[in-house]
């Protein structure tokens, strides 16, 4: 079935970039709506990593929202908004010591290991399944972020004592 005969409407949809927004206004039809909005987004993200890594930062949190609306016979992106959440640490460049810190975790984690494996009552297994799965979680962050949450409290080799 050809699809101009089936009666599909295909409007071709305007974008306005936000001013000082890098990239090009082009229009899309609305079948294309969709990936013209997430490659627009796709590229203000990474603007935004670029800006952190060249400043000493890391990106914490953030996200790409499209506003999705019927145009024609298609559900089209309409617009969209990327945001990020960008942490300085003290205004100082990042320095490479994820090792250090990630080694730390990696250690305790096969302690905590041995420690389920030899565990006798289900509370005592439970507790160490849920500080294993808390490790687990904080060795996927950031090292940097990591660093700066848990040193100046003095309780990073002592998380769990």
């Known amino acids: ?67 999705l609306r019927r145009k024609g016979s298609f559900l089209a992106a309409v617009a969209g908004k990327t945001t990020a959440w960008i942490y300085y640490p003290n205004g100082e460049k990042v320095q490479d010591n994820s090792n250090e810190y990630k080694d730390q975790l990696r250690k305790q984690i096969r302690e905590l290991e041995n420690k389920l494996e030899a565990a006798i009552n289900s509370h005592e297994k439970e507790k160490i399944e849920q500080q294993l799965n808390f490790l687990k979680l904080m060795l996927n962050m950031p090292a940097k972020l990591i660093e700066d949450l848990l040193k100046p409290f003095g309780i990073f080799l002592d998380v769990f004592a």
Request: a negative charge; zero cysteines; charged letters at 20%.
């Open 1 to 67: 079935m050809n699809v101009l005969s089936a009666g599909l409407e295909n409007p071709i949809l305007g974008y306005k970039l936000d001013p000082g927004e890098p990239g090009l206004s082009h229009s899309a039809p609305a079948s294309r709506s969709i990936l013209r909005v997430v490659s627009q987004e796709i590229s203000n993200w990474l603007a935004f990593e670029r800006e952190a890594a060249k400043n000493g930062g890391i990106i914490i949190h953030g996200g790409i929202n499209l506003d």
